[in-house]
């Protein structure tokens, strides 16, 4: 499969299938949220139609002119019956959020696993990214869908029966008043909504503004910028670019508030229009002796409620149907096709003497460009043949393609046209995880975790050989430095995370990242300019060490040092999207070619530099 062509239309799953999908994540994480979820609703029920029969009872009571004991007993009552009913919502909410936080927290860690391990094309591509954004934002705290969606589903339930016990109830009313009371509300609704679609359509402006002014924060506050902040002077240019963009963030609200103040006064105008209506047929009905002041107040106050009910209703619906566009985004994500054989393929198991031989037949392979555009080839039928042991070198300008060279090698692009060749076989056919377990590789941009010297050196912070550790510090040379630390092996590592984490030269990363190497032990090994940071003496004396400690391995070596890789047994110069050159570093020398021109232009930059 071409790695162009995944990108697939955008999926709608719709609103039953989103429920049904937090319904099976609920099921296999915490079953309970689905019972208390609907206990919520219920319990929440309860205490709305006690509260609701508080004070016609009690005015009910008065009106009969009950003995003060039986009217301190229906206070009683009542009084008991809502702190019960309330005390009950409140134990179910508390337990439903630890379930609710459960089952997010599960869909977080399938999102998060799906990114780390899917292809190296999805993880560049901008569509899936996109997608992941989406994904995250409707995963990333207590309000969003993921886990606000329990609380619509609580909601619809107590809006429901409300809506029905309510109906129930004002049997005794004339119809108008509920027709008046139904329109009033759906266009109180309406309202409503419009204002809110405002926002909805222009949250990306706000998200924007307020990225902005989070990332000029940000540069103030980081470490690595404070030095610049303050040698050019910059704190009053960054200052007026905050207050630039608080007052676009304050703008924006004074929009959007001025859209809440209308609609608020349209729900006062139809509140006012509704309980008119209700009050002036209550009160004929109490003036005609069809109802006492205890049930003009219970009607009254059951009116006010059913509006809630049905607004309660379409806006659980409406918010339902909002919290399922961001599960679309969720579940899109989750089932994103993949372009490789991640778990299906064949099985490629590690053998201790077996030799590995990889081959690049015919291989033609570029990025893609936009839509429109064909991709422009960075190699055109290229043949390369790495053998078992073998010391590569591929050297080259920068942009010449030679850390595109890695990434075919390593399996993380297929070819657009041609094969990539593991003994013989096409690297499509393995799981590809296998594949790249036969690889180490250390790049410019190679990762430091924030953990432990032994988990950095090890990737993995549980099964770690402690021993293994010790003895691949000790033959990358970093042994007396690292039991220097205060925590030897157990030291932290990255700032950014840990105020008490320590701090690694560049020739001392290098050295652990020669260490994490030798721990994973592959045979085949890949180093793409990870010392381009360093000076020409030190990075020819980490690359030799590189040398030296993999031997019987086969090794790429990518620099645009050439002296740096002179030991190897071949180096290729590419160029234009070809192998220009190919020989040992002597052989090079001696043909006088474009490798010549390089290395003295290099070596004469050099010595100017050291004279």
């Known amino acids: 499969m071409n790695h162009r062509n995944h990108f697939v239309e955008r999926k709608k799953y719709g609103v039953l299938s989103n429920v049904l999908f937090m319904l099976r994540e609920a099921k296999h994480t915490a079953p309970s949220v689905i019972v208390l979820a609907v206990l919520d609703g219920l319990a929440a029920v309860a205490v709305a139609v006690v509260e609701l029969y508080v004070a016609p009872s009690i005015l009910r009571s008065l009106e009969r002119q009950d003995t003060l004991c039986r009217l301190l007993y229906t206070i009683l009552i009542f009084t008991a019956a809502v702190t019960a009913a309330s005390a009950l ?21 399938k999102v998060r696993c799906k990114m780390s391990t899917c292809s190296y094309p999805l993880h560049e591509s901008e569509a899936f990214r996109n997608l992941l954004s989406k994904a995250q934002d409707a995963l990333n705290d207590n309000c969003k869908a993921a886990e606000a969606v329990w609380n619509t589903f609580s909601g619809l339930i107590l809006n429901s029966l409300g809506f029905v016990i309510y109906i129930m109830l004002l049997k005794r009313v004339d119809a108008a008043v509920i027709l008046a009371t139904i329109v009033t509300a759906v266009l109180g609704y309406v309202v409503n909504y ?27 506050q980081n470490r690595a910028l404070a030095k610049e902040l303050r040698i050019f002077g910059m704190q009053e240019w960054m200052r007026g670019i905050y207050e630039k963009y608080i007052r676009l963030y304050l703008d924006f609200g004074a929009r959007r508030e001025k859209r809440y103040f209308v609609a608020d006064l349209i729900n006062l105008a139809l509140g006012v229009l509704r309980n008119g209506i209700a009050y002036a047929n209550l009160l ?3 003036l005609g002796g069809r109802i006492g002041a205890a049930e003009f107040l219970l009607y009254f106050s059951a009116v006010s409620g059913f509006t809630a009910w049905i607004c309660g209703i379409m806006e659980m619906l409406s918010t339902l149907h909002r919290q399922g566009l961001e599960l679309d985004a969720v579940r899109e994500f989750l089932d994103y096709r993949e372009i490789f054989c991640m778990e299906e393929g ?10 590995y031989t990889i081959e690049l037949r015919d291989v033609t392979f570029g990025y893609q460009g936009a839509e429109s555009e064909a991709p422009k080839p960075i190699f055109s039928h290229l043949n390369l043949t790495i053998r078992q042991g073998e010391k ?99 030291t932290l590592l990255d700032r950014n995370v840990y105020t008490e984490a320590a701090e690694l030269s560049g020739g001392e990363l290098q050295r652990l990242m020669i260490a994490r190497l030798l721990y994973k032990d592959s045979p085949i090994v890949i180093l793409d300019e990870p010392t381009a940071a360093l000076d020409p003496i030190a990075e020819r004396d980490i690359y030799e060490q590189y040398h030296e400690l993999t031997r019987k391995k086969s090794a790429v070596f990518i620099s645009h040092r050439l002296a740096s890789t002179r030991f190897c047994d071949r180096i290729l110069l590419i160029e234009d999207g070809r192998i220009a050159e190919e020989g040992t570093h002597e ?5 006088g070619k ?16 050291e004279a």
């Not at 590809?432 to 941009?445: K, N």
């Not at 042994?479 to 220097?484: D, G, L, T």
């Not at 052989?587 to 043909?591: C, G, P, S, T, Y």
């Open 284 to 286: 004929y009905l109490v």
């Open 346 to 355: 064949t099985p490629l198991e590690q053998e201790p003497n077996q030799s």
């Open 392 to 490: 590569l070198a591929v050297v080259g300008l920068n942009g010449a393609g030679k850390t595109t060279l890695v990434k075919l090698i390593c399996g993380f692009y297929d070819p657009d046209e041609g094969e990539v060749l593991l003994n013989g076989v096409n690297i499509r056919v393995y799981n590809r995880r296998d594949y790249y377990r036969l690889i180490a590789g250390v790049f410019q941009d190679f990762s430091l975790i924030p953990a432990t010297v032994a988990a950095n050196v090890a990737q993995n912070i549980e099964h770690i050989d402690q021993k293994k550790v010790q003895d691949c510090i000790d033959k990358a040379g970093l042994r007396q430095k690292i039991e220097s630390l205060p925590q030897a092996y157990e």
């Open 594 to 609: 474009r490798y010549t021109e390089l290395f003295e232009l290099q070596s004469k930059y050099y010595r100017e530099v």
């Open 89 to 109: 919502q409140t134990y179910i909410r508390r337990n439903l959020m630890f379930g609710r936080i459960e089952v997010r927290d599960a869909i977080l860690k």
């Open 587 to 591: 052989e090079l020398l001696a043909n």
């Open 194 to 220: 419009r204002v809110n679609e405002w926002n909805h359509r222009h949250r990306r402006e706000e998200e924007e503004l307020a990225k902005k002014i989070k990332y000029v924060q940000d540069c103030v």
